[in-house]
């Protein structure tokens, strides 16, 4: 290493390349990934793919798993791991469909209730974490179980023997503020559009997209909010810290304990969001809803530069990985390949990203 | 230092017993304003122990404290960081993942704006760090590097630039110079002479003499719990302070055999 007052390192050191900066990104390889992705799609698929109307329908998956996707990263920011987010997509959704279909509760109040249940179901998991000193992987495989179980008893109590709790739609009919959670946002915005020739119309004269489904605005804003959190604020500092090594971070006065409460909380209420914005799409919902998704969140999280050790990521890579996601996931239905071929590729992309993150940190931390 | 005769924190005559152990057994210390003051000892010989009741980790079982004169007692290290009292340990606190600046402020950032604006002023953030860094001899590159890109010797110099920013009076450094080569010792060395000067006490603990007799201006040495005596900066020699830290038998054998290289 280098050390000051010897005037050829000082020499050395003064100006970082604008290359050396963005090695250093976390997302770097999120954007390595997705530039790939999308140069194999624009010679293998159809090239409808990439017009406005296919570009919103792989986000569209992209989105549902993205919000997901910020929750797991954040918290493995903070050092820590969910498992259980996917089963709390299915259970978050069995309450908040029970909650309108049985109990008939209006809409707001069903969602706020179900986003309550989830958040203490989240504050439970990290409070047995911090008390057990365990390790969050296990406390949380637990939850993964507990909650795809309750679901599937819940919903047969609910139902009467069915797996499958239908009428969402039925039961909220005319309900206000039922557009913030489902349908499509700028409706007005794309028939002027339309009107102006800007994007394609039918030959009935109504444009080919009628608007941004709601879960992309979901999705965007909250990347945006989570992004200014994690780089802009104390507490984004705190987050980095407590994964980053607990231990000195709570000798320099970080909360520790609460942040990472906070983190498993949010991670929760993300899974919750999802399991309305689901439940409100189809109208229904069923016990299998969520079913793995917790891992796709972590590898979307982990292919967005998320170490798996805490203390280094970005929301914007997550954001990404998700949208490599949809992209492929939707993207084989545009080409001659097996549909199949999409878990091989989640496995590799996982297997990629993991080894281009080590080699990453180690160029960051100089470590040898 | 002569100006001020009242020393920063004095420890009179602390014990500490952990069950039917005896790791310290009276000892006295104290530390002026502007001064190195080097507590030697093996290991073993209570260094850790006592810096940790003068930190406020542990409560000594007998004997007082007194910080400027005045008595007290601390519970936790945040009583002690608020008198003036900061203790940089040989894990340094600090997280090699994340930039210089984030750990110069952790858990201390500077924010401005309001309400659900508040943010991290990071402009101001980096270029304090920049300036103290400086100030303690070492040129970063730019305060947005890891703190994993630097070498143990220049993170033990931001862990103290950071103790001393945050309005350390007295500072205690836990065998900083242990782990280092020798170029790298001569920064620290240098780091703890300058923060010497702007009026720090310093309390230097290692076990190392010829560190301690580079920078040291008194010189304490442990032994079994016990302080063995305190002499000044040319009252004593490498060789008598390395004697009274072996306890002043074994080694003179060894001594011999060694050449006067230990």
């Known amino acids: ?195 102006q020739g800007w994007i394609p119309k039918f030959p009935t004269g109504e444009p080919m997209i009628t608007g941004i489904p709601v879960e992309i605005i979901w999705f965007v804003v909250l990347t945006c909010i989570a992004t ?107 080409t001659r390949i097996d549909q199949d071929w999409y878990l091989v590729f989640l496995g590799g992309m996982l297997l990629v990203a993991v080894l281009f993150n080590n080699i990453i940190r180690k160029r960051v931390t100089g470590e040898r | 230092m002569e100006f001020n005769k009242t020393p920063l924190v004095e420890m009179r005559n602390i014990e500490k017993h952990f069950g039917n152990i005896i790791a310290l057994s009276g000892v006295s210390f104290s530390v002026m304003a502007g001064e190195c003051h080097c507590l030697l000892g093996d290991n073993g010989a209570g260094k850790s122990t006592f810096i940790k009741t003068m930190s406020g980790v542990h409560a000594p079982s007998a004997g007082t404290m007194l910080v400027s004169g005045k008595e007290v007692v601390l519970n936790s290290p945040r009583e002690a960081m608020n008198n003036g009292i900061a203790t940089v340990f040989q894990d340094l606190a600090m997280i090699p993942l994340m930039s210089v600046t984030r750990n110069f402020f952790m858990g201390r950032e500077p924010t401005k704006g309001w309400g659900p604006f508040k943010h991290m002023d990071i402009k101001h953030a980096n270029s304090v760090t920049m300036t103290e860094m400086h100030r303690m001899g ?63 006490g310093v309390i230097f603990i290692t076990h190392n003499v010829r560190h301690a007799l580079a920078v040291g201006d008194r010189f304490t040495v442990l032994n079994r719990g016990k302080t063995l005596g305190t002499a000044r900066k040319g009252e004593i020699t490498a060789e008598q302070l390395q004697d009274l830290m072996a306890g002043g038998q074994e080694l003179a054998k060894l001594e011999g055999s060694l050449g006067g290289t230990v």
């Open chain 2, 138 to 200: 070492i040129k970063l590159r730019e305060p947005e590097q890891a703190v994993g890109t630097l070498s143990g010797g220049e993170r033990q110099c931001v862990a103290i630039a950071r103790a001393v920013f945050f309005g350390a009076k007295v500072l205690i450094l836990d065998e900083p110079t242990s782990a280092l080569g020798v170029r790298q010792t001569a920064n620290v060395l240098a780091t703890i002479d300058r923060v010497r000067k702007m009026g720090v």
């Open chain 1, 228 to 334: 200014w959190v994690l780089l802009r604020t104390p507490l984004g500092n705190w987050i980095f810290a407590s994964g980053g090594d607990a231990n000195a971070a709570k000798n320099s006065g970080v909360p520790v304990r609460n942040v990472k409460i906070g983190l498993f909380v949010f991670a929760a209420l993300c899974a919750a969001l999802v399991a309305i914005i689901t439940v409100l799409d189809s109208g229904s919902t069923d016990a299998r809803r969520g079913f793995q998704k917790e891992f796709e969140a972590i590898i979307a999280a982990v292919i967005g530069g998320c170490l798996l050790t805490g203390g280094y990521g970005s929301a914007v890579g997550a954001f990404l990985g998700s949208v490599i996601f949809g992209m492929v996931m939707i993207g084989l239905t545009y």
């Open chain 1, 1 to 195: 290493m280098n050390s000051p007052g010897n005037k050829v390192a000082d020499d050395r050191l003064k100006h970082v390349s604008f290359f050396a900066q963005l090695m250093r990104r976390p997302e770097l390889g999120a954007v390595a990934g997705l530039v790939l992705v999308t140069a194999f799609f624009l010679i293998v698929a159809d090239p409808v793919m990439f017009n406005l109307a296919g570009v919103i329908n792989f986000l569209t998956p992209a989105a549902q798993l993205g919000i997901l996707a910020l929750g797991a990263a954040l918290l493995m920011i903070g050092g820590e791991f969910d498992l259980s987010i996917g089963s709390m997509i299915a259970f978050a959704g069995l309450v908040f469909a029970s909650a309108i279909v049985v109990f008939k509760i209006p809409l707001i109040l069903a969602v706020f209730l179900t986003l309550l249940v989830a958040g203490l179901i989240g504050f439970l998991n990290a409070w047995l974490v911090q008390r057990t000193g365990l390790p969050s992987f296990i406390v949380t495989l637990a939850f993964l179980f507990m909650l795809r179980g309750l679901s599937l008893v819940g919903l047969k109590w609910a139902t009467g023997g069915s797996t499958q709790l239908r009428g969402v739609t039925e039961a909220l009919e005319g309900s206000a503020s039922l557009g913030l959670f489902t349908g499509k946002a700028f409706e007005g915005l794309f028939v002027s559009l339309g009107e």
